[in-house]
């Protein structure tokens, strides 16, 4: 393969090189944009097995990809995946090392946490959280949210609406219960102790469990406004019968 000399400046990153180890697939940013440079004009004989071949519409299929800013392909990403109450932070990065990635927990607090690398870019750590809901990962400008929780919430272990468990309090009480998809029941006012349901109704029994603690009443302007604006209507009002 023909390789073409180039020289990278200081911010680019050299993935790939070729003869006497000069740069073949350099990488880099210039504001928001981002650059990828194939330093050769033969990527096509790698399709035809020419020396062994090599994967040529992999790497310019990604090539492609990472310019357009894919997720997955960013080369400085910070995530986690949930097991449980269990998660595995995971930070991949060009650099040579990073530093602990603080972990925010639902009620607040923080946790450190140090990573471990496992391969090259790539660095992981275990985290247990002691309580269900959202934690947050923080390390240099990489953030990322996870929720933490059992693998099957108990509002999804039975989704299929029954009225079993309410049905001693139902029963003590003389009411019913109604489906809607057989149509939506009429509601009527009975008494304490009488039926409170039958055929296309429900019952509801007013209680009266209110307790009114504080009125305050606000007047909607200060007096000097409204006479103000009351001699300005009147005013308003004279001059213009007396011009008719």
Not at 14 to 19: E, F, K, P, Q, S
Not at 109 to 117: G, K, M, N, P, R
């Given at each position: ?84 109450q269990h998660?595995r ?150 001059l213009?019968?007396?011009r008719?």
């Amino acid at each position: 393969m023909r390789q073409v000399e180039v020289q990278p400046n200081d911010s680019a990153e050299v993935l790939m090189t070729g003869a006497e180890d000069k740069p073949l697939l350099v990488l880099d940013r210039i504001g928001e944009g981002r650059v990828a440079l194939i330093a050769s004009d033969q990527a096509w004989l790698w399709s035809r097995g020419f020396e062994g071949g090599g994967p040529q519409l992999d790497l310019l299929r990604r090539l492609a990809h990472w310019m357009m800013k894919e997720p997955e392909l960013e080369e400085e990403a910070l995530w986690a995946e949930a097991t449980g109450q269990h998660m595995r932070i995971i930070r991949r990065t060009l650099e040579q090392g990073v530093g602990a990635v603080t972990v925010t927990r639902p009620d607040g607090t923080e946790d450190s946490v140090a990573l471990q690398e496992v391969s090259p870019g790539r660095f992981e750590a275990d985290y247990d959280g002691p309580e269900i809901g959202l934690y947050r990962l923080k390390e240099g400008d990489q953030e990322s949210v996870i929720g933490l929780g059992p693998a099957a919430p108990r509002e999804f272990e039975q989704t299929i609406a029954s009225g079993e468990a309410l049905e001693p309090v139902v029963t003590s009480l003389r009411g019913g219960e109604a489906r809607i998809e057989a149509g939506l029941p009429t509601i009527r006012s009975v008494g304490a102790g009488r039926p409170a349901a039958g055929r296309g109704w429900l019952g509801i029994t007013p209680r009266e469990a209110f307790e009114t603690m504080d009125v305050t009443r606000i007047p909607l302007l200060p007096p000097w406004l409204t006479l103000l604006l009351a001699a300005g209507f009147i005013v308003g009002a004279w001059l213009r019968e007396g011009r008719r």
